[in-house]
C-alpha cells in the first residue's frame, strides 16, 4: 500500500492543528515532520516542541525528518508515542551505523536520507539495518522546488536492489511532488510520498490529499 506524508513545513503555523486535522480527514497517513537547523540545511523550521503540540490531537504517526548536524544529540526528543520513523542524513552522520542503532534503541524505526548528488550506492553496508530510505527529490532547506527527476532512478534502483536482496525497509521520496508528478512518483516504487506544498498550498487542503491518495493508488 502506498501512503501520503504531509509535510507541516508548509502548513500555516498560525492555525497547525486545524492544517493537520485536514489532513487526517482526507486520509493521509502521516504527519512529515521536517526539521531544519540553519547549517545542515539553509533554512531554519522548527523543533520538537511543535511536534509535540500535536500530540493527541491527532491521530496520524509522526514521520520525523532531521535535517540537522549531530542529530545524535536532539534524536531523543522526538521520541514519542506516536513517533513512527526518525530519519536522519547520511551526510550528517559520521558513525551512521551508531546513529542508525541509537534511533532504533529508542523504540522507534530508523530511516536514512540521502540528497540528490549522494550515490545511492554510499548506503549499501547500512541498508540491512534500517526501515525507511528517504530519497530527496530536490536539495533540502525549502518547500516547493522543483522534482529533480535522477531521484526517480535511484528510487527504481533501490527497489530492485531490496527486492534481489530480500530487505524490508519502506522506501520514501521528498520533495517537488504535484498532483500532476504522483502518480509517476508511485509508479516508480515509492512505498511513501512526501508533499508538502501540494497539500498545504492546495485551496481545500482536505480535498487535495484525497486527490493525491487517489491518484497515487491509480
Ligand atoms: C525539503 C523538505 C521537504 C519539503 C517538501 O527540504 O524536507 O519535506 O517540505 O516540500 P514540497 O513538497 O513543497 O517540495
Ligand atoms: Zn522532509
Given at each position: 500500500m502506498k501512503?501520503l506524508?504531509?509535510?507541516?513545513?508548509?502548513?500555516?503555523?498560525?492555525?497547525?492543528?486545524?492544517?493537520?486535522?485536514?489532513?487526517?480527514?482526507?486520509?493521509?497517513?502521516f504527519?512529515?515532520v521536517?526539521?531544519?537547523?540553519?547549517?545542515?540545511?539553509p533554512?531554519?523550521?522548527?523543533?520538537?516542541a511543535?511536534?509535540?503540540?500535536?500530540e493527541?490531537?491527532t491521530?496520524?504517526?509522526?514521520?520525523?525528518h532531521?535535517?540537522?548536524?549531530e542529530?545524535d544529540r536532539y534524536?531523543?526528543?522526538?521520541?514519542?508515542?506516536?513517533?513512527e520513523?526518525?530519519?536522519?542524513?547520511q551526510?550528517?552522520?559520521?558513525?551512521?551505523?551508531r546513529?542508525?542503532?541509537?534511533?532504533?534503541?529508542?523504540g522507534?524505526?530508523?530511516?536514512?536520507?540521502?540528497?540528490?548528488?549522494t550515490?545511492?550506492?554510499t548506503?549499501e553496508s547500512?541498508?540491512p539495518?534500517?526501515d525507511l530510505?528517504?530519497?530527496?527529490?530536490?536539495?533540502?532547506?525549502?518547500?516547493?522546488?522543483?522534482?529533480?527527476?535522477?531521484a526517480?532512478?535511484?528510487?527504481r534502483?533501490l527497489?530492485?536492489?531490496?527486492d534481489?536482496?530480500?530487505?524490508?525497509?519502506?522506501i520514501e521520496i521528498?520533495?517537488?511532488?504535484?498532483l500532476?508528478?504522483?502518480?509517476?512518483?508511485?509508479?516508480?516504487?515509492?512505498?511513501?510520498?512526501?508533499?508538502g506544498?501540494?497539500?498545504?498550498g492546495?485551496?481545500k487542503?482536505?480535498?487535495?490529499?484525497?486527490?493525491?491518495?487517489?491518484?497515487?493508488?491509480?
Amino acid at each position: 500500500m502506498k501512503q501520503l506524508a504531509p509535510s507541516i513545513l508548509s502548513a500555516d503555523f498560525s492555525r497547525l492543528g486545524k492544517d493537520v486535522a485536514d489532513i487526517e480527514a482526507g486520509g493521509a497517513h502521516f504527519v512529515h515532520v521536517d526539521v531544519m537547523d540553519g547549517h545542515f540545511v539553509p533554512n531554519i523550521s522548527f523543533g520538537a516542541a511543535v511536534m509535540k503540540s500535536l500530540e493527541g490531537k491527532t491521530k496520524l504517526p509522526f514521520d520525523v525528518h532531521l535535517m540537522i548536524e549531530e542529530p545524535d544529540r536532539y534524536l531523543e526528543e522526538f521520541v514519542t508515542p506516536q513517533t513512527e520513523y526518525i530519519t536522519v542524513h547520511q551526510e550528517a552522520c559520521v558513525h551512521l551505523h551508531r546513529t542508525v542503532q541509537h534511533i532504533r534503541d529508542t523504540g522507534v524505526k530508523a530511516g536514512v536520507s540521502i540528497n540528490p548528488a549522494t550515490p545511492l550506492n554510499t548506503l549499501e553496508s547500512i541498508l540491512p539495518d534500517v526501515d525507511l530510505v528517504l530519497i530527496m527529490s530536490v536539495n533540502p532547506g525549502f518547500g516547493g522546488q522543483k522534482l529533480i527527476p535522477s531521484a526517480l532512478d535511484k528510487i527504481r534502483r533501490l527497489a530492485e536492489y531490496r527486492d534481489r536482496a530480500g530487505l524490508a525497509f519502506a522506501i520514501e521520496i521528498d520533495g517537488g511532488v504535484t498532483l500532476d508528478n504522483i502518480r509517476m512518483v508511485a509508479d516508480a516504487g515509492t512505498d511513501i510520498i512526501v508533499a508538502g506544498s501540494a497539500v498545504f498550498g492546495a485551496e481545500k487542503i482536505r480535498g487535495r490529499v484525497r486527490e493525491m491518495i487517489k491518484e497515487m493508488e491509480k
